[in-house]
């Protein structure tokens, strides 16, 4: 199984992030949903995840903000 756009299903897109991302709600520190959302493009069929984590990376290497962190609905 490939990981582009037009090797995978939406549903697989979903898959490969879950499985990537691991349980979003356990991590619960508030960063975990705004990596999920980080990805939500390439879950779309709109950008690669490649691409995604390019930009992510040269943000995080500038010291430019990465995904908005939200409350956990545990905790906050």
Same mark, same amino acid.
């Given at each position: ?13 979903? %898959?490969?992030?879950a ?19 980080? /990805? %939500?493009? /390439?879950?779309?069929g ?13 943000? /995080? ?12 609905? /545990?905790?906050?």
């Amino acid at each position: 199984m490939g990981y582009l756009i037009n090797e995978t299903t939406r549903e697989e897109r979903e %898959q490969i992030v879950a499985e990537s991302i691991g349980n979003i709600n356990g991590g619960c520190d508030g960063c975990m949903s705004g990596l999920a959302e980080m /990805y %939500q493009d /390439y879950i779309d069929g709109r950008r690669e995840i490649r691409d995604i984590n390019m930009e992510f990376r040269a943000n /995080y290497e500038s010291g430019d903000e990465g995904p908005e962190k939200s409350s956990c609905e /545990y905790f906050g």
